[in-house]
């Protein structure tokens, strides 16, 4: 096979689908409560920093599971590769569709540290006391302190750094002539001709998927095991 | 109310006046933030253990009746934490300086957590749990409702 460059100069095709609707609705959606939780926690909105949180652990809990049973550029097994591939992609040896081998990992990193952002802020409480996480309760003042000083910290740090890298890595591929927003929009790119195309999933398993994220969040914000501590 | 709102306007306004009368000596104006801070600490901490005994939905009476106490003791005490010249400008603070622009609404918010302090912890004496934890409900409005305008993050 002749040696390519990794960006967007093997064979394509036309458009083609390549993020279902949910992939998408959960990317922008994330983005969106991302930015008001910062928002709304540094302008008084502490009632609504918390609900944003929540929505967050919805989000997180829905996307996990389409990651198992979604279309296939969605599903964990789809992208999540050893590092042999990741050094296969950057020499131009990877053909395929959805995530990269590279960014594959700037996916799992975001969706990891958004996880530990959600879980610090169930269990944090405000340094009044006057606003809590549903599962605050479950541990000792000392530790939803530690816990807020933490969430704070791991947003200014991980959070914050990782959605610079993304941007950062947006901005590398539109300069070398590639669009990954148009995509995350449309649904639709270019596609290597060589690639499987993506297998769609049900719109019905995502609605299962949706009731369950929704139920599981339900019980979260009611305080968790019997229904608070 | 009318009163005491004006005697606390008084107690604030006066100290503010004071700055052309006699400018607080700033080793007394750091001890009274420091007094504050610790106050306001304390009255936090009091606040973490109170809301789990609340939220727990069997409050323990004594746990209940002690932070009551604790709460209006301190609620009493905080008149004197905010005299003019204990703002941003003398130290690190948690006090934004629009407590001492807005000295009449301040000394009203004040005063309203002074009197909800007080009623929470008869309600607490009282040992009837029901009504501490409606007091309790209110008595935390009125913290939210002075620091949305007049408390800024503050780290350290």
């Not at chain 1, 652990?57 to 097994?77: E, I, K, P, Q």
């Not at chain 1, 910290?153 to 148009?182: C, D, M, N, P």
Request: charged fraction near 15%; charge should be positive; proline fraction near 5%.
């Amino acid at each position: 096979m002749p040696r390519q460059l990794p960006l967007g100069d093997a064979p394509l095709t036309g458009k083609q689908p390549v993020w279902d609707l949910p992939v998408r609705l959960v990317h922008w959606t994330l983005a969106g409560l991302v930015v008001f939780s910062w928002w709304s926690v540094h302008n008084h909105h502490t009632d609504w920093h918390i609900w944003s949180g929540i929505a967050i652990l919805t989000l997180l809990l829905f996307r996990l599971m389409w990651g198992f049973v979604g279309s296939s550029t969605a599903r964990w097994t789809g992208f999540i590769r050893g590092p042999r591939t990741v050094v296969d992609y950057l020499r131009g040896r990877w053909t395929g569709i959805g995530h990269t081998p590279l960014g594959a990992l700037s996916v799992i990193a975001l969706f990891l540290a958004v996880a530990v952002q959600v879980g610090l802020g169930l269990i944090s409480e405000d340094e009044d006391g006057l606003y809590y996480g549903p599962l605050a309760s479950l541990v000792s003042p000392a530790t939803s302190d530690w816990a807020r000083d933490l969430h704070e910290t791991w947003f200014e740090t991980a959070i914050v750094g990782l959605v610079a890298l993304h941007v950062a890595a947006i901005i590398f591929y539109r300069l070398r002539g590639k669009s990954l927003t148009l995509p995350m929009v449309t649904g639709k790119a270019a596609l290597d001709r060589r690639a499987a195309p993506m297998r769609r999933g049900k719109w019905w398993v995502a609605l299962i998927c949706l009731a369950l994220a929704f139920a599981i969040a339900r019980w979260v914000v009611a305080g968790a095991p019997p229904f608070g501590a | 109310m009318r009163i005491q709102v004006v005697a606390a306007v008084a107690v604030v306004s006066l100290s503010a006046t004071g700055v052309a009368l006699a400018a607080l000596p700033k080793g007394k104006a750091l001890a009274i933030m420091h007094e504050r801070h610790e106050g306001m600490e304390k009255i936090g901490d009091t606040n973490k253990l109170l809301s789990r005994e609340f939220r727990s939905g069997t409050p323990f009476a004594p746990a209940v009746k002690s932070g009551a106490a604790t709460l209006a003791g301190l609620a009493k005490r905080s008149s004197g934490w905010f005299p003019a010249g204990t703002g941003p400008e003398m130290g690190k603070t948690g006090a934004k300086p629009e407590i001492w622009q807005n000295q009449r609404d301040f000394a009203a918010k004040l005063v309203a957590f002074q009197r909800a302090a007080a009623a929470f912890n008869a309600a607490a004496a009282s040992g009837d749990m029901g009504a501490a934890k409606a007091r309790y409900a209110d008595l935390g409005g009125t913290c939210k409702a002075c620091h949305d305008s007049y408390r800024s993050e503050m780290h350290h």
